[in-house]
Antibody, heavy 120, light 110 residues
């Protein structure tokens, strides 16, 4: 059974860079037909898509965050990662990684999420 | 960007009674490939979102048949035929026709 697990610092200082990794287990990140991505949820609020990546390296970004976001994939480790630069308190959120499948056309497997707080 | 608007914000419902949630998109969600990439997610308290419905009306694996989706173009509906206690949570519509955007969520409570 495919599982996704987010990891990374729970606390980041303002103006610094947030870095998270999602480890995929129970399946290969290199399978065709699957995209891998990040979504976030500020406390008590709704969901916001951040970015997606294909194992080949093709990337897709939310235009509102694109200038600060980098998504990358490491097929040798079956992982993909997120970097968000110049963070502020508004970037405090639960960050989820998720798989998108071409056959269902949406995000069908989600990680448990990791809480990131931006504070000095 | 496509804006997704859900109503109501909150839906109190008695156990065993039906519930209905509406979702409207600012643009048609019909993709150039002919599919409509509108899905519904359930988020129970303290849990990550879970896919319930994809491509407007297809139930995802393991989803009870009391959940159903319908709609076309810009107007969509999620129905729960008989609400059970485990259905409490927030429900989101999401479009994947042009990138991804989510509705604001509807809280279903008993």
């Amino acid at each position: 059974q495919l599982q996704l697990q987010e990891s990374g610092p729970g606390l980041v200082k303002p103006s610094e860079t947030l870095s998270l990794t999602c480890t995929v287990s129970g399946g290969s990140i290199s399978n065709s037909g699957h995209y891998w991505g990040w979504i976030r949820q500020p406390p008590g609020k709704g969901l916001e898509w951040i970015a997606n990546i294909y194992y080949s390296g093709n990337t897709y970004y939310n235009p509102s965050l694109k200038s600060r976001v980098t998504i990358s994939v490491d097929t040798s480790k079956n992982q993909f990662s997120l970097r968000l630069s110049s963070v502020t308190a508004a970037d405090t959120a639960v960050y989820y990684c998720a798989r998108s499948s071409a056959d269902v056309g949406t995000m069908d497997v989600w990680g448990q999420g990791t809480t990131v707080t931006v504070s000095s | 960007d496509i804006v997704m608007t859900q109503t109501p914000l909150s839906s109190p419902v008695a156990l065993g009674q039906p519930a209905s949630i509406s979702c409207r998109s600012s643009q048609s969600l019909v993709h150039s490939d002919g599919n409509t990439y509108l899905s519904w997610l359930q988020q129970r308290p303290g849990q990550p979102p879970r896919l319930l419905i994809y491509k407007t009306s297809k139930r995802f694996s393991g989803v009870p048949d009391r959940f159903s989706g319908s709609g076309a173009g810009t107007d969509f509906t999620l129905k729960i035929s008989r609400v059970e206690a485990e259905d409490v949570g927030v429900y989101y519509c999401m479009q994947a026709t042009r990138r991804f955007t989510f509705g604001g969520g509807t809280k279903v409570e008993i």
